[in-house]
């Protein structure tokens, strides 16, 4: 994380924790000020396979769903104006933004850039999921019957 960007704000990394598979772990999510908000942070895995985002499926494009958390008011409530020029201020952003693009950063190359990072993350594919799926001892017997009690009904 680069800290430059964080005094005047909150993270993403705040609500999408790498440790709780890029939730926050909690049942509805919290946003600026403390407040709870309706819904729980969605996961951040797998989002290359999406076809729609937000809970209620709005977004058809990753593209199109990264900035808005950045700048809803209940969330982060960021301007994205000045995130912009504080990325163009910071020369590792500028340079990268630069050899990336061709050009300072700009809101369109930012939601690509974020989607970009998004979409390299996966769920690891050796989890006792997984290898419950090729041969059913491996997984736990609780963990079978909810299998079969999930998949069935």
């Known amino acids: 994380m680069n800290t430059a960007l964080a005094p005047r704000a909150r993270i993403c990394a705040a609500c999408h924790q790498p440790g709780k598979a890029w939730t926050d772990g909690r049942p509805r999510a919290i946003g600026r000020g403390g407040r709870t908000l309706a819904r729980n942070t969605q996961t951040l895995l797998d989002l ?3 076809t729609l985002f937000f809970w209620d499926g709005r977004a ?3 593209t199109d769903q990264v900035l808005f958390p950045i700048q809803e008011h209940a969330e982060m409530a960021a301007d994205l104006s000045e995130i912009l020029g504080r990325l163009r201020a910071i020369g590792g952003y500028r340079d990268a ?4 693009y061709k050009r300072p950063a700009n809101a369109g190359d930012l939601a ?14 050796d989890s006792a999921f997984d290898r419950g799926r090729e041969d059913g001892a491996a997984l736990a017997a609780p963990a079978r019957r909810g299998l079969r009690l999930f998949s069935g009904k």
């Open 48 to 50: 290359r396979e999406h």
């Open 60 to 62: 058809a494009r990753l």
């Open 97 to 100: 933004f630069a050899a990336a």
């Open 112 to 125: 690509r850039a974020l989607a970009a990072f998004l979409e390299t993350l996966e769920t690891p594919a």
